[in-house]
């Protein structure tokens, strides 16, 4: 038996539809509803491991929080990971299932099509409502052969679907009667009604737009939702966020954070932004480290041994080395960690030409890349100050040596991460550490800042607060009416 499920496509990227998802889970949630978070493709860097050993997009574990469930694979069930300007992993039901450029992947994505439909069908099984997220836009038709992640999917499985324009952007009337025109008639029916998101001002002025739309596309209106700004305290999945503003006030403590080009799982700076004493800097290409920063974070890379490439390109390896004789601190995450050791090796060429490369040679380990990938949510213990961290590990390779004996954590019976002899410089694999308020609050006491924010509380206040937005200006009844009407 089928059950309720509706869509949320966009006229184009970045219009809002991850975040709506979250609010429409939370709200519909707090109804009574078992709610389901879905995406059947998605293409992200931020990656969050799963309970069931696998990882999805960061969106779709937001959204799953904000339903009140644990994340499973099978929210996201394709999931693309940028490598290069060409070329992406491809993450099938929290698996690596292989590297493929654009082009082979637009020719194989029809493959794909049996486990998106598999996931859902597992998702609707225990489910009172799934809510799916499309990608990208319907109207790139262009990309049309093969869909899953929108119009192909929404065909496939009979879901209907709800249209989403980003009034912030302009245009709005000509992207949402522009898609209309562009679609096949079968794709047309598919959409029930349009909704506008992020608008600034008076609502009712755009009450005559509301009106055109509807009469040239004979979709109704949903509503119109103000621009939510708190919506920038929520976990970033595309990189185009990382220029969200943090909080406002005084600093007393310099983060500087290098934006490498495949920068990965950079949510794990959404905590420290937030904290009131902590002033978290982006250094952008082309940019110098700042000399008066106390910590330089290197944070996660999808593309390890490239990213170091492109790090020394800039002079950041000049820059960080003047920081550490200047009595700064330095902390790598992930791909950031492997950068600080004296050489990354690639064997089997998974990152490109197989081969070694020179390090930064500011920790004494050495990380081979190998091709079991590691993907799991963790609980650890910081040895130095016995707070307990729950986060995750999604990485390919193993980093060992000499420094590996001044661990930071402790888990599963061993230790995890290294620091130099005089204590300055340090990584580890671990993801999602600055989340937990008693690591935060230690890590930052070593630099004289009392950490003040509940990073958690926050993010749950900030979903209510969203799902009342939702509540408030859209029609959720006509909403789930029209997810019912698939029942039918």
Known sequence: MRKPAIMVQ??????GKSTLVAGLCRAFTRRGLAVRPFKPQNMSNNAAATPDGGEIGRAQALQAMAAGIEPSVHMNPVLLKPESETGAQIIVQ???WGTLVAREFGARKGELLPFV???????EAEADLVIVEGAG???????????????????AAGVPVILLG?????GVIASLVGTHAVLEEAERAMIRAFAINKFRGDAALFAAGSTEIARRTGWPALGILPFFSEAARLPAEDALDLARPGTTGVRRMKIAVPVIQRIANFDDLDPLGQEEDVELVLIRPGEALPGDAALVILPGSKSTIGDLAFFREQGWDIDLAAHIRRGGHVLGLCGGFQMLGKAISDPQGIEGPAGSVAGLGLLDIETVLTPDKITRPIVACHLSSGAMVSAYEIHLGRSDGPDCARA??????????ATSADGRVSGTYLHGLFTEDAFRRAWLAGFGVTAQNSYRAGIEDVLDRLADHCEA?????AMLAIARSRQS
Do not use: Q, V, Y
């Open 408 to 417: 930071l954590f402790r888990l599963d019976g061993r230790d995890e991460g």
């Open 137 to 155: 836009s319907p109207a790139e038709t262009n990309l049309r052969a093969g869909d899953i992640a929108n119009m192909g999917f929404a065909c």
């Open 473 to 477: 200006h859209l029609d959720l009844d």
């Open 166 to 170: 980003d009034i912030d952007r302009g």
């Open 117 to 123: 439909l598999e996931s859902f069908a597992r998702l």
């Open 10 to 15: 966009a006229t184009g990227s970045n219009a």
């Open 94 to 96: 929290g698996k690596r």
